[in-house]
């Protein structure tokens, strides 16, 4: 499984709080994941952030896209999505609401994962998988 996403770290919150920014993406960026022969894109990336939550995650970041688009076929209502979260007192990882260009997957001791999605069904996931490394590319 590889995967790839892109966005550009100097860009302005569209929406920013005391612990919570939330940024939206150039439109000429995507989320990437390919998984054997299948892939799924998305655009219209959202990045949310939160830093020093203080409830059963602290630090937290999600990146994801609408509509997704599953081995050449669209889907209106699918998402595309990563998840990287620090657990309770780890507060550590994240020293502001900024975008960062790298990420050490081991720090993130909550959740690191990421999800295709159909649809918002209960049944509408398609993939779910762990991530184990990140790394910026150019």
């Keep these: 499984m590889t995967g790839n996403f892109c966005y550009d770290t100097d860009i302005v919150p569209g929406i920013k709080m005391e612990n919570f920014a939330d940024y939206q993406v150039a439109k000429e960026c995507k989320i990437v994941v390919i998984v054997g022969t299948h892939k799924a ?11 020093n939550f203080g409830g059963n995650l602290e630090d937290v970041i999600t990146i994801s896209g609408v ?28 020293r ?20 295709v999605r159909i649809d918002g069904s209960s049944d509408g996931q398609v993939l779910h998988f762990t991530i184990t490394s990140m790394k910026v590319v150019n």
């Design 41 to 51: 894109t998305a655009r219209n990336l959202d990045v949310s952030i939160y830093n």
């Design 67 to 94: 509509p997704a688009r599953l081995d050449g076929i669209e889907y209106p209502e699918g998402v595309v999505g990563i998840v990287l979260a620090t657990g309770p007192g780890n507060t550590k990882v994240f």
């Design 96 to 115: 502001s609401l900024n975008l960062r260009e790298q990420f050490k997957i081991d720090e993130f001791d909550a959740a690191s994962f990421g999800e």
